[in-house]
């Protein structure tokens, strides 16, 4: 499969070059695909964000180099730290211990090896999805700064649900709309960085509607979206099935933008039905 061997080549042009500057750029391009497509594949794929990975092979080797006698001043330079201080922080942190303890060969380290990727046989699990266009629409609502890294965002975000539900937002948004209040809202997820992005819980803002200053507007442009069906709303089930399964063969990227978690029906009923909206773009 032509995805697998551009992502491996993309993993062998970073291994060689941990010790000195690592594009991101570059590596997407060797994957065939934009930055952001690959940075996004990459943290469902591999289960952490690409700096992570990146950092944790770097204080590897570093540890290796150490062992074999390099001086702290000069491996902490190698892999790309301003001052043997900041490296020794973050050497400590991964490791647990500090670099010149690592001459006491009773010391234990930790060893993240390198990552390739290869296809894994699942069961015929069919996902229904349909491409469509939009136009340009606003969305309103309150966002929260959520880590990329997955296992820390999977407690902020039930956190900031709780949050909302306490400050009765999603009552609130409702009443603006004219809806039941047990409704649900909609999640947009935008502003992707390497340590975070936005978490809005949100519902669409229509022509005319003014809304509040606890609220932040949300402007969406036009786009090619690809739609997923979620009907047991097993969100981060299906976004790792999005990354591992469907974009690797379909011929499409993912455009740097706003996504969404859709969700339909009354919580009070029992209906409650989901979508995923990624922006997308056919490959060139």
């Given at each position: 499969?032509?995805?697998?061997?551009?992502?491996?080549?993309?993993?062998?042009?970073?291994?060689?070059?941990?010790?000195?500057?690592?594009?991101?750029?570059?590596?997407?391009?060797?994957?065939?695909?934009?930055?952001?497509?690959?940075?996004?594949?990459?943290?469902?794929?591999?289960?952490?964000?690409?700096?992570?990975?990146?950092?944790?092979?770097?204080?590897?080797?570093?540890?290796?180099?150490?062992?074999?006698?390099a001086?702290?001043?000069?491996?902490?330079?190698k892999?790309?730290?301003?001052?043997?201080?900041a490296?020794?922080?973050?050497?400590?942190?991964?490791?647990?211990?500090?670099?010149?303890?690592?001459?006491?060969?009773?010391?234990?380290?930790?060893?993240?090896p390198?990552?390739?990727?290869?296809?894994?046989?699942?069961?015929?699990?069919?996902?229904?999805y349909?491409?469509?266009?939009?136009?340009?629409?606003?969305?309103?609502?309150?966002?929260?700064?959520?880590?990329?890294?997955?296992?820390?965002?999977?407690?902020?975000?039930p956190?900031?649900?709780?949050?909302?539900?306490?400050?009765?937002?999603?009552?609130?948004?409702?009443?603006?709309?004219?809806?039941?209040?047990d409704?649900?809202?909609?999640?947009?997820?935008?502003?992707?960085?390497?340590?975070?992005?936005?978490?809005?819980l949100?519902?669409?803002?229509?022509?005319?509607?003014?809304?509040?200053?606890?609220?932040?507007v949300?402007?969406?442009?036009?786009?090619?979206?690809?739609?997923?069906?979620?009907?047991?709303?097993?969100?981060?089930?299906?976004?790792?099935?999005?990354?591992?399964?469907w974009?690797?063969?379909?011929?499409?990227?993912?455009?740097?933008?706003?996504?969404?978690?859709?969700y339909?029906?009354?919580?009070?009923?029992?209906?409650?039905?989901?979508?995923?909206?990624?922006?997308?773009?056919?490959?060139?």
């Amino acid at each position: 499969m032509d995805w697998l061997t551009h992502m491996n080549e993309a993993m062998e042009y970073m291994e060689a070059h941990l010790a000195d500057e690592i594009s991101y750029a570059r590596a997407a391009q060797i994957a065939c695909c934009s930055t952001y497509h690959f940075q996004r594949m990459f943290s469902y794929v591999a289960g952490i964000p690409l700096s992570e990975y990146i950092r944790r092979r770097r204080l590897t080797l570093a540890a290796f180099a150490l062992q074999k006698g390099a001086k702290v001043i000069d491996t902490a330079l190698k892999f790309g730290y301003e001052s043997p201080e900041a490296f020794s922080r973050a050497f400590k942190k991964l490791h647990g211990v500090s670099p010149v303890e690592v001459r006491d060969r009773s010391i234990s380290l930790k060893a993240y090896p390198k990552m390739t990727f290869s296809i894994t046989i699942k069961g015929d699990v069919e996902m229904n999805y349909r491409i469509t266009q939009r136009e340009a629409f606003r969305m309103f609502g309150v966002y929260a700064e959520i880590s990329t890294d997955q296992k820390i965002a999977f407690g902020q975000i039930p956190q900031f649900f709780e949050k909302c539900d306490e400050e009765r937002i999603p009552d609130e948004i409702n009443a603006l709309l004219g809806r039941f209040p047990d409704n649900h809202t909609i999640s947009a997820l935008y502003d992707y960085s390497e340590k975070s992005f936005k978490y809005m819980l949100c519902q669409f803002l229509p022509k005319g509607l003014t809304v509040g200053e606890k609220f932040t507007v949300l402007d969406v442009p036009a786009a090619t979206w690809a739609v997923f069906d979620v009907p047991d709303c097993e969100m981060q089930t299906m976004w790792g099935r999005i990354w591992t399964e469907w974009f690797p063969s379909s011929g499409y990227e993912t455009v740097e933008g706003i996504q969404f978690e859709m969700y339909y029906g009354l919580a009070s009923h029992g209906n409650v039905t989901g979508e995923i909206w990624v922006p997308v773009r056919k490959k060139g």
